[in-house]
């Protein structure tokens, strides 16, 4: 059964720091993985998705990484803003399966 | 703004009662998703809807139905609600049998008294 950890549960960063969000899964036979946002009570954003045959995307100040073998991925945010402050969910879609499992999220406050 | 519209945005309902909850896929996308988001988890997955049949089930009872339309919208059924119930039901559609890139509605926040 596919988990998906996430840390640090929590994060609070001044204005203007880069910052990296860590996420790990248990089962490495993933088809793709997805960073999403989300803002209290909102839906979900989506920011970045990697298929498993790729190493990392990069969409303006984010950029994902993903090692499949060691069950790990990184989004890591450049120049952070308050506008930044959110939750962040990584999802893992399995080879198997036709639906993502998630990580807890990541908690995010910029501070100006 | 993804193009996917959930209804309603909130709603209250009493223990026992029965809910329905609607979603509208973006342009062009046959699969939609269902997720529950209990308050400070991950969303967990209910099912998964591909051309109106269901294409896989998360770890939910059978009080948890849907339906999938012709025009590829979806409808989210709970039955005999529980105060366990109360969560953000989020839906989420896809191209293709779902592997693609999902795109999520702003979710449908229900409240079991």
Redesign the interface.
Known sequence: KQE?TQIPAALSVPEGENLVLNCSFTDSAI??L?W?RQDP??????LL?IQSSQREQTSGRLNASLDKSSGRSTLYIAASQPGDSATY?C?V?GNY?????????TRLSVLP | ETGVTQSPTHLIKTRGQQVTLRCSSQSGHNTVSWYQQALGQGPQFIFQYYREEENGRGNFPPRFSGLQFPNYSSELNVNALELDDSALYLCASSPGGGRAEAFFGQGTRLTVV
């Open positions: 998906v088809y793709n997805q999403f009570g909102k839906g979900l954003t989506s998705l969910l999802a879609e399966g036709q639906n993502f499992v998630f990580g807890p999220g």
